[in-house]
């Protein structure tokens, strides 16, 4: 197996799709960078292959920057940059194991989606609890899709930190001629973005999945940007970050291809497939359907009405059939549109 970097510059704890893209972006750019997941098998043999033919297309070699990393604790002592790319249900377990092995001079950033399960937190709310509040935190978000950033296809994407400073130190680690960068300081409109995208995305799929239109999608898109907007403001988010990359942009692309999980996992639900064996196809975590969850009671708590989002939610706890919500938000009482 290969040796470690003793001068490593950043550490991805995932080693799934996106926290392998993401490796292999920041280590072609120049900076060692170390890969740890947690299942020993799959470490040895990206170690052979120099590549994760199981979550990425085939052909997509390592850098010979990016090295695999075998032993969790000797990665958090050599790296000053931890990038997290875990699902949201495992985000606060992963940064509990992490925090007293973590060098002093350390900063966190993450790449995951969704809020937390259980409390229904946002991540950097659960970031500060974990590590304190003043610890330097950071994310990254799309739009993006692991597969085209793995191959070095143009794309463009955020960091969102509360200061701009620690956010351009992660940002310039993801830039190069086809990865263009942004940085952001509305941590929670990002969060919120990148999470309930994936829950109208779903909607996407499911409605064609029942044989809709084009007209139908662009209406979903256009009323799930509504509702992300209403939930984000709601929690402190300013309005414009759902214009840019991480609002509309990560919305449109999760609705409308079907590398989105989330997409083809509403296809097949409009369809009336199965749902455990479409998972099972699918092969990766389909954060929608816990955000669903967690998103439709953060918006009952604070009072906001989002139907999409209910009509997900109704479908996925089995209250009701993908024609069944499609019937009730089609005969909902019409009012203005940009009445709240």
């Known amino acids: ?31 060692p960078t170390l890969l740890w997941g947690n299942e020993p098998e799959q470490l040895k ?80 709310q659960v970031a500060g609890e974990v590590l304190g509040e003043d610890f330097p935190l950071s994310m990254v978000s799309g739009p993006t899709f692991a597969a085209e950033v793995a191959k070095g296809l143009p794309t463009a994407m955020t960091v969102a930190a509360k200061d701009n400073s620690q956010a351009e130190k992660i940002a310039k680690r993801l ?13 929670v409109g990002v969060q919120v973005g990148g999470s309930a995208k994936n829950v109208i995305a779903i909607a996407a799929g499911i409605a064609d999945g029942l044989g809709f239109g084009a007209n139908t999608r662009a209406a979903l898109i256009t009323r799930g940007l509504h509702e992300i907007m209403q939930l984000g403001l709601a929690l402190g988010a300013e309005q414009e970050t759902f214009m840019g990359l991480t609002g509309l942009g990560d919305l449109v692309l999760t609705c409308t291809d079907n590398q989105s999980r989330n997409r083809r996992f509403g296809v097949a ?42 009509a997900v939610h109704n479908v996925l706890s089995g209250k009701c059939t993908p024609e069944q919500a499609v019937k009730a938000l089609s005969t909902r009482e019409p009012k203005a549109e940009f009445a709240s």
């Open 1 to 31: 197996m290969n040796n470690q970097q003793p001068d490593a510059d950043t550490l991805v704890i995932g080693a799934g799709s996106w926290g392998t893209a993401l490796a292999i972006l920041i280590s072609g750019n120049g900076y």
């Open 45 to 124: 043999q990206l170690s052979e292959e120099r590549q994760n033919r199981q979550y990425l297309p085939e052909g997509i070699i390592f850098p010979e920057q990016l090295q695999i990393c075998t032993d969790l604790k000797s990665g958090l002592l050599q790296a000053k940059h931890i990038l997290v790319v875990v699902p949201s249900h495992a985000f606060r377990v992963v940064l509990e194991q992490i925090q007293p092995l973590m060098a002093a001079d350390a900063c966190l950033c993450w790449a995951t989606k969704g809020f937390e399960q259980q409390s229904h937190r946002l991540l950097h």
């Open 175 to 187: 830039r190069n001629r086809t990865s263009r960068v942004y940085t952001h300081t509305d941590l």
């Open 269 to 310: 639900l409009g369809q009336g497939k199965d749902r455990e064996q479409t998972l099972k196809e699918i092969g990766q975590v389909v954060e929608g359907i816990s955000a669903a969850e967690q998103i439709y009671a953060v918006a009952k708590e604070h009072h906001i009405d989002m139907p999409i989002t209910r």
